[in-house]
């Protein structure tokens, strides 16, 4: 089997190589959401590793039923289909590991001095500020993950965010770190093949090893840090000890090893 050469950018002026992810592609200039669109293409049985992207979303949405913001041109916003079907539904948060782990390695090869973190359970950070984002959504048919969508939204070259003052880790562009501009087609090379990367990996059964890096790279692994507890807008000191088979987040507090869901958690400060 030998790795495919895909041109992926409108001008098609770079070559992708790689196996499975960005070995297909389908631009639009804009769209809604690439993740609405290409769960239409996972439905007409596109082919796995199908990747849409656009130069302007205007209904782009991120986690906890936010919207996703980018200025037209300036970012990269795409969403990829994959088919694990290897993964048993319960296990939906290796994915999430790997597809996050791609992400960051991509981020750490455009800027191989900075600090690039996973904010559990998968923003992408550099120097505690976010650049890039998944939405991952995934569709459970016969006891299988029939098809996944990966949604990417990374901040490349934008200059000028909303007013966001109370957010703990405000938005940044790779060009606000890089202190100039970046070629989209070259980050958008770069993610695609990492991304590759790290889900053979997991089809190969690796997963062990992705854990490992993924805990090397997660902000706070190990270190007592600020969070807000939302059911009891209770704020504590809590050390990360790692994530459980679910995907949620293993807490110490006193003592007490608490689990909690994206939704139960906010990070505050490290
Ligand atoms: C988040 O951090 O809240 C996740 C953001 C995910 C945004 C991307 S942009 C491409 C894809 N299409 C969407 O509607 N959302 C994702």
């Known amino acids: 089997m030998t790795a495919s050469l895909t041109n992926i950018p409108k001008n098609g002026n770079y070559s992708t190589k790689t196996w499975v992810i ?10 809604q959401s690439t993740n ?18 656009t130069d302007h979303q205007t209904a782009g949405r991120g986690q906890r039923g936010t919207q996703w913001q980018a200025a037209p041109g300036e970012n990269l916003t795409l969403s990829i289909v994959l088919r694990p079907t290897f993964l048993a ?3 939906q948060f290796k994915l999430s590991v790997s597809m996050a782990l791609g992400v960051r390695d991509a981020l750490q090869d455009c800027l191989p001095n900075h600090q690039v973190h996973i904010k559990w359970p998968n923003d ?14 995934n569709n459970l048919s016969g006891g299988k ?10 901040n490349v070259n934008q200059q000028h965010f909303d007013e966001v003052a109370a957010f703990a ?32 990996r997991l089809r190969a059964g690796h997963y062990p090893s992705l854990l490992q890096d993924y805990y090397q790279h997660l902000l706070g692994y190990q270190q007592e840090c600020r969070w807000l507890i ?15 088979e679910n995907g ?23």
């Open 124 to 137: 992408i950070l550099i120097d505690l500020k976010k650049a890039a984002g998944l939405l991952i959504e």
């Open 230 to 244: 939302v059911a009891d807008d209770r704020e504590v000191w809590g050390t990360v000890k790692g994530v459980d």
């Open 169 to 200: 880790f405000p938005p940044v562009s790779l060009a606000q770190c890089a202190g100039g501009p970046l070629a989209l087609e070259a980050v958008m090379q770069k993610l695609l093949e990492h991304l590759d990367a790290r889900y053979l």
């Open 248 to 270: 949620r987040l293993k807490l110490l507090i006193d003592q007490d090893l608490c689990h909690f869901d994206l939704k139960e958690l906010r990070l505050l400060s490290v």
């Open 145 to 154: 993950i029939a098809w996944s969508i990966i949604g990417i939204g990374v």
């Open 22 to 31: 960005g070995t297909s592609s389908h631009y639009l200039p804009h769209c």
């Open 89 to 91: 539904p319960r296990e």
């Open 36 to 53: 609405d669109l290409a769960a239409e293409k996972a439905r007409e049985a596109c082919p796995e590793g199908l990747v849409v992207h």
